[in-house]
Every structure is written in structure tokens, then in C-alpha cells.
């Protein structure tokens, strides 16, 4: 299966960690003598550094505070309301990853979600898609978030921060460009750390491939007992192998069948080398539009859902990918399956 450059299908508009410089202070009203900083969500404010020093204040995502000090990894902040205390340095923002994480995600809020999908544990959602990069949250076991861009990119031990690409990685990682609803921001989790948000009775029909973007296109009035209830008609996308540039190479439709009384297959295209994101076309008729390769160029498939028929409409040429593009997070340093270019 033919390779092609990611940095050849899509245009990347946030600049690279290293350049985050630009992205400059967050709030003009601030005095320059003062060391501005942002905590990340839920950071434990302690009275002191001793192990038995009490809680002070849980402060939430985002909360502005002044360093006064530091102390080996430890830093002692004052809030806006003159609440002082000590916090783990790890847990702070500075005002330019606190800006560039603002510019994601406004650039992030021009994609389409592409489905809501969940934590299988804890997990920590990145400033870049890197295991060490900064984190800004932390999600809870099964907490819900929407995904926008799933991308396969090199993993670096955190000693090669600030020398790629000179370091050589040590495996690949695929990552999702994500929306965090209970903080408003976007930022890149692991994607094998999390799983797509459908109901039991339709995720059981997965096979065993990872479904990396779903949609309900409709639904189907059925009866259960005096009950009347309506079940969504699903469109899924899949991803079938490891390693792979593309992001699904399945695609399947599922609706609710009334006499069988369970989901079957209306619609499925296999083999193909799709990319995320995926539009749902507005109008009378539910239409949506996919983006495939063909011999290393991009083309737009449109097919419509009406009835128990999904139509295939035709294809063509990409046009107008930059309006959908996911800004990302390291603009042109990649290419091909993540590889630092030189």
C-alpha cells in the first residue's frame, strides 16, 4: 500500500512547540515584572512543602496565579484572591504555552467533530502529540470528549525535547487531536488509551477494528413492548491496521433492522485509504463526504443516506481540504509516517 506525506494532504496552521514564542502573552492587562502562570485543571494548593502540609484550595483549569518562588520542582503562587501556597511546578503553564494552547484551539474549532468517544483510565491531554510534552488535563476514567484528528507520528524519548530531529525515535504512537468539553480547550491524547462512545449493541459488531470516527445519519422507529423508541442509523469509520498513514480503510453503515430486531450492515466499503475529517452534508437528504487517496492524490467521495440506502454520488478531485484541515500541532516538521524532516 503506497505511502504518502501527511504534510502533502493537509496544511498545518499552529506553528511547532519551538516556535510558541510568537504566540506571546495571553492577557495585555498584566504587569511585566510579574510571573504569570496558568494551572492546569484540579492542581492541590498546599500551605507548605512539608509531606503533612494541609490543602489550602483546589484551583481549577486556567486559574491565573503570580510565582513568587521556587524550590527545586516546586513553586509558591499567589491567586487573584491573595491565596498563596505551594504547588508542583509540573502543574503550571507560562503565558506562551497557555497562548499557544488558546490558538489551537480557535484553529481546532473550524473542524467538524468527528464523533465522542471516552478515557479507558486516567489520561493526560497534551499541548503536542508527545508522551512528555506538556500537559493541560487530565481526563477521568469514561470521561467523554470529541474527537477531530487521529495521526500516526514517531515517539522520541523525552531526553531528544529540543534536538529533533537528530535523535532517532524509538516506535510510533498514534494520537487524537481532541476537544475537552469541561475546560473548552483542545489538545492530543493517545489514541489507543481511548475508545468511541456507542451504545453495546452496535459496538459489539466492531469486529475487532478500532473505530476511529462515528456519526448518527438517522434513525429507525421500532416498538418495544407499548414503548415506541427510535434507533440511530450509524455510520462508522475503521481502522483494520497498525501503522498505517491513513486513518480507516472500512466503512460501514449500520441500521436497525425491525423484523431481525438488531443492526445489520447496509452499507460497507472496504480497502479504501480514507482520512479524517469526514463531513456530514447538510440538506433534506443526509449526505456525507470522504476524503480518499488514489495513487498519492487526495479525492472527495460523496454518498447519501435515504431510506435503507446508502448512495454512492460520485467522486472528485479534493478542493477546498484547508477549510477542514486540523491545525495540528508541529506545522511542516513532519513527513511521510511522522518522520522529523531534516
Not at 40 to 64: C, I, K, M, W
Not at 238 to 253: E, K, L, N, T
Not at 269 to 289: A, D, K, N
Amino acid at each position: 500500500m503506497q505511502s504518502i506525506s501527511r504534510s502533502a494532504i493537509r496544511t498545518f496552521a499552529l506553528p511547532a512547540l519551538a516556535a510558541f514564542a510568537l504566540a506571546g502573552c495571553v492577557r495585555g492587562d498584566e504587569a511585566a515584572d510579574l510571573d504569570v502562570h496558568y494551572t492546569r485543571n484540579d492542581s492541590e494548593l498546599y500551605a507548605g512543602l512539608e509531606h503533612d502540609a494541609p490543602v489550602v484550595s483546589v484551583l481549577p483549569f486556567d486559574t491565573q496565579v503570580s510565582v513568587l518562588e521556587r524550590y527545586r520542582s516546586f513553586s509558591r503562587v499567589r491567586t487573584s484572591d491573595q491565596l498563596e501556597g505551594w504547588l508542583p511546578s509540573t502543574l503550571l503553564l507560562d503565558q506562551t504555552l497557555r497562548g499557544a494552547l488558546a490558538r489551537l484551539t480557535t484553529q481546532a474549532s473550524r473542524v467538524p467533530d468527528q464523533g465522542s468517544f471516552r478515557s479507558r483510565d486516567t489520561l493526560n491531554v497534551h499541548v503536542e502529540p508527545y508522551r512528555w510534552a506538556p500537559t493541560f488535563y487530565q481526563l477521568s476514567k469514561d470521561e467523554s470528549f470529541q474527537v477531530i484528528d487521529r495521526m500516526i507520528v514517531d515517539r522520541y524519548p523525552a531526553s531528544a525535547a529540543g534536538s529533533l530531529p537528530e535523535t532517532e525515535p524509538t516506535g510510533e504512537d498514534y494520537w487524537y487531536l481532541v476537544r475537552v468539553p469541561s475546560v473548552d480547550e483542545a489538545g492530543w491524547l493517545l489514541a489507543n488509551m481511548a475508545y468511541a462512545d456507542v451504545p453495546l449493541e452496535v459496538a459489539a459488531l466492531a469486529q475487532g477494528l478500532e473505530i476511529v470516527a462515528h456519526f448518527q445519519i438517522g434513525s429507525t422507529e421500532t416498538e418495544e413492548g407499548s414503548q415506541r423508541l427510535f434507533k440511530p442509523t450509524w455510520l462508522w469509520f475503521q481502522s483494520s491496521g497498525r501503522g498505517d498513514i491513513h486513518d480507516f480503510d472500512v466503512m460501514r453503515v449500520y441500521q436497525w433492522d425491525t423484523r431481525r430486531r438488531r443492526y445489520v450492515v447496509i452499507r460497507q466499503v472496504s480497502g479504501i485509504e480514507g482520512y479524517l475529517p469526514v463531513e456530514i452534508l447538510p440538506g433534506s437528504r443526509t449526505g456525507f463526504r470522504v476524503l480518499v487517496d488514489r495513487d498519492g492524490r487526495m479525492h472527495e467521495r460523496t454518498f447519501a443516506y435515504v431510506g435503507r440506502r446508502v448512495s454512492y454520488l460520485g467522486e472528485a478531485p479534493a478542493s477546498g481540504i484547508s477549510r477542514l484541515t486540523p491545525p495540528g500541532g508541529f506545522g511542516e516538521r513532519y513527513t511521510g509516517r511522522g518522520t522529523a524532516s531534516h
